[in-house]
Structure formats: structure tokens, C-alpha cells
């Protein structure tokens, strides 16, 4: 029936349509795969229409056609419409637990059905440093679960002596430690039987080298064999991957991110639109439906741009930078910002693909440098109130999304005093992102110092994003503040990932 007009496209043309009952082996009607959510009786009454006298044999004109739309598919079209808010509630309850848990089971349910997981192969993923901090720079296969099930299975079968047949991944989420900042860790645990493969919250594993073989004519073979396969190799870095970094002044990282914000690019292969291209228009959806100011929103988004690194302006945050500066430089390697220039750094050198770089950080000695999300909310909070004068969902909006642009659970701060040069390198930096005639106001009423984190910070935090754990308690719903708030912090943070490579992609094309 769905096709049945290519029978006469235009006008004066006519066709015969002949429609069949699909038949099963047992001469009855088989309407699969149409048999879930009343789909089935939907195919029922499509056909007792279509065997009427009505339809039977007569003209199909568009008006008929639309007649025989209603009385089949009517009553179920209803009973969705009908039921579509209470799906939209438990697909956003499905979202906020999603985020409460960090469970990587949702994917299927969330974004699309699927069975298929990673497999690596190495002989001891929990020494390797590589497998314990980020497992996706190794080469993996995609297999399906039955597949990873069979060759733990034939493994197990074959006897074979070894340390461990099959592992999974257990991810851990650790605090802030040295140079590269809080970070998931992963320990990998021996399965012992294939209900830990199909669990739903496993979908990484490592196998054994001598648990698998490679043949050069069918590939991987998922059974012991003669010859052991080879381990899983590092990737290529992807290139929007920030594995690199390249001390940056605090004006310079900001110009990046304005630059994401408001510029497409072409990089080799890689297209991005940019940023603001995705952002307007679901700001302005949400704000025309909940009647909030859509360009007071796209104010405090530029604002957020500036302003969200504060927190490296601290004494600490900077010593610490000069002197890893410095030390990296004692030891032959290069630093792109003379030691000796006083203007605030955003970033620092690092390339944390070289393990001679990795254990250069681990072997540097100085006073932490501290963290500098929250500190950076509670130093901008009273311009903040100033500039949305006292509005409470932009007011919440823009301190979480600083205050979590890094850490999702991040709450609270230490102290803060900010250097001298601080002052003049926010001022670069709402000059950049279009507050030319308030650039120096704004910049001098930033909070200078102090000793922790107020009561009303972390009151606004918990109002645009509570603690995954008490969705819960608000009944898995998400408020108008909890939407922007997500808007803001995704824009927010795609803007820094890409800041480096904007930066240096419009000063230096080469």
C-alpha cells in the first residue's frame, strides 16, 4: 500500500493496486515485524477497510486515502499522542540515572540497540599505563558479546594455563592528582564465568594473548593456538583529541574558545561548524518556552567564555605553572612562552603521549597548583550578579557551568589570591569576547581573594545540576534551569577542548 501511488503519479494516469494477506506456513496472517505497540491491529484493520465495500474495487483519491489513514491508524495514533508525555518522562528518568550512574549499559537503550563491545588484547592490562587511564589509545576489535562469550568459553574449555582467560574493565573515578588533573581510572578484573561478559555494565575486556590466535588467511581467531596473537597497539591520536598541550597565555586560551565559539574550520579531513551555529537555536527554543531572555542568555555564554579559567589566576595555579615551565626547560625539552614573560599562562607544555614526558610530570616536585574550576565561580559570582541582576536562572546557570566545566561533581573550592598581572589579562579577555566598553569595570570587580567556597555558590550549583544521586528525590525530571544549565556546560566545554587548535589554526595555519 505504502507504494501504491507510483501506480499514477500524474494527473489522468490510473493503476490496479492488488493487496495480499502475508501468509505463514499455516495459511494464517503473519504481520511481522509489525506486531508490537498495537502495530498488529493496525495491520488488521488496514485490511478489514480495505475488503470493504467501501474500498473494495473503487477509486483510491486522496480524500479516500485519507479516510482509510484514520480509521486504521486513528485509535493508535491517539493512544500515543496519549501516552507521549508519560515516554518523555521516562526517557529523561532513563537520562538522569544514565548521569547518576555513569553506567555505560544505558547506550544501548539511549542511543541505539546494540550488543557489540570492545576487545583488547594484552598480557597485563593492569601495568600497562595506557590500559588504566584512557584504554580507548589501544587498537580494539568489535565483537558481540556472544562472540567474547564463545572465546572465554573455548578458552576455558582448552584448559589452558594462564593468568587470566578474559578481563573487564571497572572504571574509577579518582581526585585531582598532579599535572594533568582528575581523571577516570580503569582496573581490569578476570571474568569467571560468561554472566561477567554479558553483564550490562561490562562492554570492554582484555583477552589473553595465548587465550586468542592470529591466521594470516581468516584473521583473529577466538580459541587458544599454536602462536600467540599480538597485543593491541597504540592509536593514532584523533585530531580533536587534547593529548597534546601548548603553554598558552590566559588571553590566547580565551581567543581559542571565542574563536570555536564563532568560526567554522577546516582542518585536513575535519569540518567544524562553529559552535554558536548549534548553541542559538536551543537557547532560543527554551527561552521563548519558558519566557526567558534568549539574548541575555547569549550575553552570559560570551561572559562564561572569559571568565571560566579564573580560577588559573590564582598565585599557586601560576608558580606552579612557571615552575613546571622551568623545569621542563632544564631538561631539554622546549617551552613555547619564554619562562621570563609575566603575562598569566592558561596552559602549559605537555605531550602526554610520551612516556618520557609522562614520567617528567611524575618526577617534578613543587607545591600542587590546585584546582581552579569552583575557585573560578566563586571569584566572578557578585559580577555575575551585577550582570544578571540577581536573576536566579542565570545566575545558577553560568556558576555551574564554570564551577563543573571539568568535574561534574565539583562543589567546592579552596582559597584564592589572584597575581598581579591577573587583573589586566581578564581584561584582554572580555575584550575579545565583545565587552570592549566594560572590559575594564568587569575585570576589576572580580573577587581578588578568598579563603573558600560561600554558601550561595554552592545553593546556585545545586539548583542548575543537584548531585546525580538526589535525582532521584526530584523524581528523575529535569527543570528549565537543568536544561540551560546542560546547553551552557556542553558549549562551555566543547569551546575549551577545541580552544588550542583554533588558536593555533588562525595564527599559525602552517
Not at 126 to 138: A, E, G, L, S, Y
Given at each position: 500500500?505504502?507504494?501504491?501511488?507510483?501506480?499514477?503519479?500524474?494527473?489522468?494516469?490510473?493503476?490496479?493496486?492488488?493487496v495480499?494477506?502475508?501468509?505463514?506456513?499455516?495459511?494464517?496472517?503473519?504481520?511481522?515485524?509489525?506486531?508490537?505497540?498495537?502495530?498488529?491491529?493496525?495491520?488488521?484493520?488496514?485490511?478489514?477497510?480495505?475488503?470493504?465495500?467501501?474500498?473494495?474495487g473503487?477509486?483510491?483519491?486522496?480524500?479516500?486515502?485519507?479516510?482509510?489513514?484514520?480509521?486504521a491508524?486513528?485509535?493508535?495514533?491517539?493512544?500515543f499522542?496519549e501516552?507521549?508525555?508519560?515516554?518523555?518522562?521516562?526517557?529523561?528518568?532513563?537520562?538522569?540515572?544514565?548521569?547518576?550512574?555513569?553506567?555505560?549499559?544505558?547506550?544501548?537503550?539511549?542511543?541505539?540497540?546494540q550488543?557489540?563491545?570492545?576487545?583488547?588484547?594484552?598480557?597485563?592490562?593492569?601495568?600497562?599505563?595506557?590500559?588504566?587511564?584512557?584504554?580507548?589509545?589501544?587498537?580494539?576489535?568489535s565483537?558481540?558479546?556472544?562472540?567474547?562469550?564463545?572465546?572465554?568459553?573455548?578458552?576455558?574449555?582448552?584448559?589452558v594455563?594462564l593468568?587470566?582467560?578474559?578481563?573487564?574493565?571497572?572504571?574509577?573515578?579518582?581526585?585531582?592528582?598532579?599535572?594533568?588533573?582528575?581523571?577516570?581510572?580503569?582496573?581490569?578484573?578476570?571474568?569467571?564465568?560468561?554472566?561477567?561478559?554479558?553483564?550490562?555494565?561490562n562492554?570492554?575486556?582484555?583477552?589473553?594473548?595465548?587465550?586468542?590466535?592470529?591466521?594470516?588467511?581468516?584473521?583473529?581467531?577466538?580459541?587458544?593456538?599454536?602462536q600467540?596473537?599480538?597485543?593491541?597497539?597504540?592509536?593514532?591520536?584523533?585530531?580533536?583529541?587534547?593529548?597534546?598541550y601548548?603553554?598558552?597565555?590566559?588571553?590566547?586560551?580565551?581567543?581559542?574558545?571565542?574563536?570555536a565559539?564563532?568560526?567554522?574550520?577546516?582542518?585536513?579531513?575535519?569540518?567544524?561548524?562553529?559552535?554558536?551555529?548549534?548553541?542559538?537555536?536551543?537557547?532560543?527554543?527554551?527561552?521563548h518556552?519558558?519566557?526567558?531572555?534568549?539574548?541575555?542568555?547569549?550575553?552570559v555564554?560570551?561572559?562564561l567564555f572569559?571568565?571560566?579559567?579564573?580560577?588559573?589566576?590564582?598565585?599557586?595555579?601560576?608558580?606552579?605553572?612557571?615552575?613546571?615551565?622551568?623545569?621542563?626547560?632544564?631538561?631539554g625539552?622546549?617551552?613555547?612562552i619564554?619562562?621570563?614573560?609575566?603575562?598569566?599562562?592558561?596552559?602549559?607544555?605537555?605531550?602526554?603521549?610520551?612516556?618520557?614526558?609522562?614520567?617528567?610530570q611524575?618526577?617534578?616536585?613543587?607545591?600542587?597548583?590546585?584546582?581552579?574550576?569552583?575557585?573560578?565561580?566563586?571569584?566572578?559570582?557578585?559580577?555575575?550578579e551585577?550582570?544578571?541582576?540577581?536573576?536566579?536562572?542565570?545566575?545558577?546557570?553560568?556558576?555551574?557551568?564554570?564551577?563543573?566545566?571539568?568535574?561534574?561533581s565539583?562543589?567546592?573550592?579552596?582559597?584564592?589570591?589572584?597575581?598581579?598581572?591577573?587583573p589586566?589579562?581578564?581584561?584582554?579577555?572580555?575584550?575579545?569576547?565583545?565587552?570592549?566598553?566594560?572590559?575594564?569595570?568587569?575585570?576589576?570587580?572580580?573577587?581578588?581573594?578568598?579563603?573558600?567556597?560561600?554558601?550561595?555558590?554552592?545553593?546556585?550549583?545545586?539548583?542548575?545540576e543537584?548531585?546525580?544521586?538526589?535525582?532521584?528525590?526530584?523524581?528523575?525530571?529535569?527543570?528549565?534551569?537543568?536544561?540551560?544549565?546542560?546547553?551552557?556546560?556542553?558549549?562551555?566545554?566543547?569551546?575549551?577542548?577545541?580552544?588550542?587548535?583554533?588558536?593555533?589554526?588562525?595564527?599559525?595555519?602552517?
Open positions: 500500500i505504502q507504494r501504491a501511488g507510483r501506480c499514477a503519479r500524474r494527473k489522468n494516469e490510473h493503476g490496479d493496486v492488488y495480499f494477506q502475508p501468509l505463514d506456513d499455516d495459511n494464517q496472517p503473519n504481520y511481522a515485524p509489525y506486531l508490537d505497540d498495537g502495530l498488529e491491529d493496525v495491520c488488521e484493520r488496514t485490511w478489514a477497510e480495505l475488503v470493504s465495500a467501501e474500498f473494495n473503487k477509486a483510491m483519491r486522496f480524500p479516500e486515502e485519507q479516510r482509510l489513514v484514520e480509521r491508524h486513528g485509535d493508535a495514533d491517539r493512544k499522542v501516552a507521549l508525555p508519560g515516554l518523555i518522562e521516562q526517557r529523561v528518568r532513563e537520562i538522569t540515572k544514565c548521569m547518576a550512574s555513569r553506567d555505560s549499559g544505558y547506550v544501548s537503550n539511549l542511543i541505539r540497540a550488543s557489540n563491545a570492545s576487545l583488547f588484547i594484552s598480557y597485563t592490562p593492569n601495568n600497562d599505563d595506557v590500559f588504566t587511564t584512557r584504554p580507548w589509545q589501544r587498537e580494539a576489535l565483537l558481540s558479546k556472544g562472540q567474547i562469550g564463545r572465546a572465554f568459553q573455548a578458552a576455558d574449555d582448552s584448559n594455563d593468568e587470566f582467560l578474559i578481563q573487564y574493565a571497572v572504571e574509577h573515578n579518582d581526585e585531582e592528582t598532579g599535572a594533568l588533573g582528575r581523571r577516570s581510572t580503569f582496573e581490569w578484573r578476570s571474568a569467571q564465568t560468561t554472566q561477567d561478559i554479558w553483564s550490562p555494565h562492554w570492554q575486556f582484555v583477552a589473553h594473548p595465548q587465550a586468542v590466535f592470529y591466521d594470516k588467511r581468516v584473521g583473529l581467531v577466538l580459541r587458544p593456538g599454536d600467540p596473537s599480538a597485543v593491541s597497539p597504540e592509536v593514532t591520536a584523533k585530531p580533536w583529541e587534547r593529548l597534546v601548548h603553554a598558552e597565555r590566559y588571553h590566547e586560551h580565551i581567543t581559542g574558545l571565542y574563536w565559539y564563532t568560526r567554522p574550520i577546516q582542518d585536513g579531513k575535519h569540518f567544524r561548524t562553529a559552535l554558536r551555529d548549534e548553541f542559538l537555536y536551543p537557547l532560543q527554543q527554551i527561552c518556552r519558558y519566557k526567558l531572555d534568549a539574548d541575555l542568555g547569549e550575553q555564554m560570551r561572559l572569559a571568565l571560566h579559567d579564573v580560577g588559573k589566576l590564582n598565585g599557586p595555579w601560576q608558580r606552579w605553572a612557571r615552575a613546571w615551565q622551568q623545569h621542563r626547560l632544564s631538561q625539552y622546549r617551552v613555547l619564554d619562562v621570563d614573560d609575566p603575562a598569566p599562562l592558561a596552559h602549559t607544555d605537555i605531550d602526554t603521549r610520551e612516556q618520557v614526558e609522562r614520567d617528567l611524575r618526577n617534578f616536585r613543587h607545591a600542587p597548583r590546585g584546582p581552579h574550576a569552583v575557585e573560578s565561580a566563586q571569584a566572578v559570582l557578585d559580577l555575575l551585577d550582570i544578571t541582576n540577581g536573576d536566579e536562572v542565570w545566575m545558577a546557570v553560568s556558576v555551574a557551568a564554570i564551577a563543573r566545566h571539568h568535574t561534574p565539583a562543589t567546592d573550592c579552596a582559597g584564592f589570591e589572584m597575581v598581579a598581572q591577573g589586566h589579562a581578564l581584561e584582554e579577555a572580555l575584550h575579545v569576547c565583545g565587552f570592549k566598553d566594560n572590559a575594564a569595570t568587569w575585570a576589576g570587580s572580580v573577587a581578588p581573594t578568598f579563603r573558600r567556597s560561600s554558601r550561595q555558590l554552592r545553593k546556585l550549583i545545586q539548583i542548575a543537584p548531585d546525580p544521586r538526589a535525582y532521584q528525590a526530584l523524581g528523575n525530571t529535569l527543570t528549565p534551569i537543568n536544561l540551560i544549565y546542560l546547553l551552557f556546560v556542553r558549549i562551555l566545554r566543547l569551546g575549551d577542548q577545541r580552544s588550542g587548535r583554533y588558536w593555533r589554526h588562525y595564527t599559525d595555519p602552517r
